[in-house]
């Protein structure tokens, strides 16, 4: 398919879709068809990926905060039926990210299902990505210690963070419906290594969870933009990740987290992302 797209419009598209904007809001502001827009974002977030990949290599991350963050794609999980529940493409997504505590840079993430077979190549892919030993704080989700002794062995401090939950506003107004539960007790427990119990926390990577919902569109919630296809949804999630990694300023950094963790010495306009890949 010809791409004859002007860089200028593309650069405006997708900088408008790294900052949370609808397909068709963006198709109003630049008088780009949606369906140009759509193929557009896939294509810069499959290239956003393959540029992390070969970025993200001999990191000397020392606190890596990891978390998973709910999504569907099609309709959610209590929807869909027994046959569509059993692929990856129609139900619940979950993303798993890894955040490094002090130069807030994502290495590595994870599109899949919530399960063990996900968590652990999550796991060998952020093991893969490490110079050094390092310090993992996880949730109490029960598939992350097998992962991480798959995908680390002993050469790492592992801790995890158990938050136990008030179930006294899970009645069925709405105003407990639609607000976050009241946490009544958290546990920090060492699971393998010598971890600075001090630093056992998933408190910047939920942070991030916030940004990225409201960064990418199809996170949002209670809003009719959720993806369709899979494909579709990783991209994007993709995009938004090297947009953040890349080209966003961090605010109590005062630079991008690729520059506070050595993998690059400037920080990438837009228009650069975009020419880095390939458009």
Known sequence: MANNLETEKKVLAVSMLAEGNSIRSIERVTDIHRDTIMRLGVRI???????????MRNLTCRHIEVDEIWGFIGKKEKRA???????????????FIALDADTKIIPSFVVGRRD??????????????MANRIQVTTDALAAYPDAIERGFGSEIDYGQIVKTYSLTNLNKDAASRYSPVE??????????GMPDVSRITTSHVESQ???????????????NAFSKKFDNFQAAVALNFAYYNFCKIHGSLRMTPSMA???EKSQWTVAELVERCGE
């Open 45 to 55: 977030g499959q290239a956003s990926k393959r540029i992390m990949d070969a970025k």
């Open 81 to 95: 039926t027994r046959k569509e529940s059993m692929i990856i493409g129609v139900g619940d997504v979950w993303t």
């Open 183 to 192: 946490v009544v007790k958290v546990e920090r427990t060492i699971v393998s």
């Open 116 to 129: 063990a077979y996900h968590t652990k190549a999550f796991m060998d892919d952020l093991a893969s990505r």
């Open 261 to 263: 963790a050595g993998v």
């Open 209 to 223: 969870n916030l940004t990225l919902r409201m960064h990418c569109r199809r996170l949002t919630r209670l809003t």
